[in-house]
């Protein structure tokens, strides 16, 4: 393949955007670096052409984007994250930060950005330094025909606009958990899906600059695999005796008040909780992390809370003996600039009445 130096490519309007973005304003975004053209929507019924993405089918979990429209590859995958280094370029991140056992990445799916959980691997390559020097076009196309041959799809109709960042809690709340290049207009994120054996790939290729910046996101979905231990109904009534409150880690869908599978063993618990102690009664508190306005955060901690009361009384608890309320991320027990601090602001609080 040709070597292209970028001294003296770098595109100035990528330039100009760098350096006034600071202070640059939503009406007048800079433009964006060179980047193929967004893929016309597909009607549903005509079968895409080859490297077309599948027509977006509403669905759950992520927002009106079925990862079920992207069929199953026939490929052999090679070990996760699948890729090499690029040729002639060299990862700006050591070995033990490119993987992260379980977090959050936002990908654009569809229209809308949408928040993943999973194993995640995340590389960062300076595309102007060394002797092998990309362009950002030929950076994303040789990720594009690489997931191509494993029978990936692309499958973002659109970039992060300030209307998909805004629909998605806004700039800020995204940027808590992204391992891309950040998440403005003129930074182009190509968004992949690869799904093989009933286990689904996200994959987040970008560009950002000065100097110009090449970055790849794998994650592969799955649910955390729980490492705390169960409170036990009696933990619970000694912690209530001696603080008079208990913090719960109870497990709902993401951005929903369903209680997953995994949760209903602490609901047991609790239901033992009360039905050894007739006089007592609770409060359900629910808490969140700062992810997402805080107007839904409160409305999503109210919902949760109401969800476990709501199993409470289908256990047979006398509801005169609950009470429930939401409290959003405003009463944090940890740091939210980190997973590990968000995971221990997500709680479902038992405080004696």
């Known amino acids: 393949m040709l070597s292209i130096r970028l001294r003296t490519l770098v595109p100035i309007s990528l330039l100009l955007a760098a350096l006034c973005l600071p202070a640059c304003k939503r009406e007048t975004p800079a433009a964006a670096p060179a980047a193929d053209p967004a893929p016309a929507a597909t009607p549903a019924t005509p079968t895409p052409a080859a490297g077309a993405p599948e027509a977006p089918v509403a669905a759950d979990p992520a927002a009106d984007f079925d990862p079920n429209s992207v069929p199953e ?84 109709d659109t970039q992060y606009t300030y ?36 286990k689904e790939y996200w994959i987040d290729v970008s560009t950002g600059a000065l100097p110009l910046h090449g970055y790849v996101v794998v994650l592969e979905r799955e649910v955390m695999k729980q490492s705390l231990g169960l409170l036990d109904a009696a933990a619970m009534k000694q912690a209530i005796d001696k603080d008079g409150r208990v913090a719960l880690y109870i497990n709902f869908d993401t951005d929903k008040a369903t209680l997953r599978p995994d949760a209903q063993p602490t609901v047991a618990e609790i239901g033992k909780l009360l039905s050894a102690d007739p006089a007592l009664r609770l409060s359900i508190e629910g808490h969140t992390d700062n992810t997402g306005t805080a107007t839904r955060n409160q409305e ?25 309320k939401g409290f959003g991320q405003d009463k944090p027990v940890a740091d939210n600039a980190n997973e590990d601090g968000r995971a221990k602001n997500r709680r479902v609080e038992l405080v004696k009445l």
């Open 73 to 156: 590859t026939t490929a052999t995958l090679p070990p996760f994250p699948f890729f090499k280094l690029p040729d002639g370029l060299e990862s700006t991140f050591d070995e033990k930060d490119k993987t992260v056992n379980f977090d959050r990445h936002n990908f654009i799916a569809g229209k809308k950005a949408i928040a993943v959980e999973g194993r995640i691997f995340h590389d960062r390559f300076n595309l102007t330094a060394g002797p092998r020097q990309y362009t950002d076009l030929e950076f994303r196309r040789n990720y594009e025909n690489a997931i191509a041959a494993l029978g990936g799809k692309k499958i973002n």
């Open 163 to 198: 209307e998909v960042m805004d629909a998605a809690g806004g700039r800020d709340a995204l940027e808590k958990t992204n391992y891309a290049a950040g998440m403005i207009p003129n930074y182009p994120h190509d968004i992949y899906l690869i799904r093989s054996g009933g």
């Open 300 to 324: 999503l901690s109210t919902a949760r809370a109401r969800s476990v009361l709501g199993a409470l009384v289908g256990l047979g608890i006398d509801p005169a003996r609950l009470q429930s």
